[in-house]
């Protein structure tokens, strides 16, 4: 999943999400039933019909995850998939995406380069140098009572220590 989604315009957003399906040859009963699942938990069965421009940032980014979960990959690899989002957007479908995401189940690596983003989603995060890229830094995050909202692991006091860990890490001479 990348930055932009990337929905093409002159699909539906049905079409769009069926996209993987369709060019695997995939459309069967369950995929059909279990895109559908995901479109009405998600929050968009009333935009099945709707053109992408018709969206909002916020949908259309939650297209695009259902679009990369219809063809069921083991491994979902997130290039910053919130930056093109207002700030509150992006606080709002961080909360759902990684929430939709774990219920999922599935390993995810998001590269972000958004600190707090990356302590309020990530249960493990790798703090890489400059070029040559070199592993810097391989940080455990854990929040007491095993709190998994992004929005509720930032206002818990735990985030700040974590941040700091984090940038100290980033500021560290290679």
């Known amino acids: 999943m990348f930055q932009r989604d990337h929905l093409f315009e002159w699909r539906t957003l049905y079409q ?34 709707s053109s992408p421009s018709a969206l909002s940032g ?12 219809a063809i069921e990959p083991s491994l979902l690899i997130l290039d910053e998939p919130f930056s093109a989002l207002d700030y509150q957007t992006r ?21 972000t380069h958004d600190l707090s983003e990356a302590v309020s989603v990530a ?11 070199s592993l810097k830094a391989d940080i455990a995050v854990s929040f ?5 909202s992004p929005v509720k692991r930032r206002e ?17 001479e290679s």
């Open 16 to 49: 769009n999400v069926m996209l993987g399906p369709e060019l695997h040859h995939r459309q069967t009963p369950e995929t059909i039933f279990r895109v559908n699942q995901m479109i009405d938990s998600y929050g968009l069965k009333d935009f099945c019909g």
């Open 58 to 69: 916020g949908m259309r980014q939650r297209a695009a995850l259902i679009r990369t979960l």
């Open 91 to 111: 606080l709002d479908v961080t909360d759902d995406i990684a929430t939709l995401i774990r219920e999922t189940g599935k390993t995810v690596l998001m590269v």
């Open 123 to 133: 249960d493990r995060i790798l703090v890489l140098s400059g070029r040559p890229c």
């Open 144 to 148: 007491p009572g095993q709190i998994t």
């Open 156 to 172: 818990h006091p735990h985030f700040s220590v974590l941040f700091n860990q984090v940038w100290k890490e980033l500021k560290k």
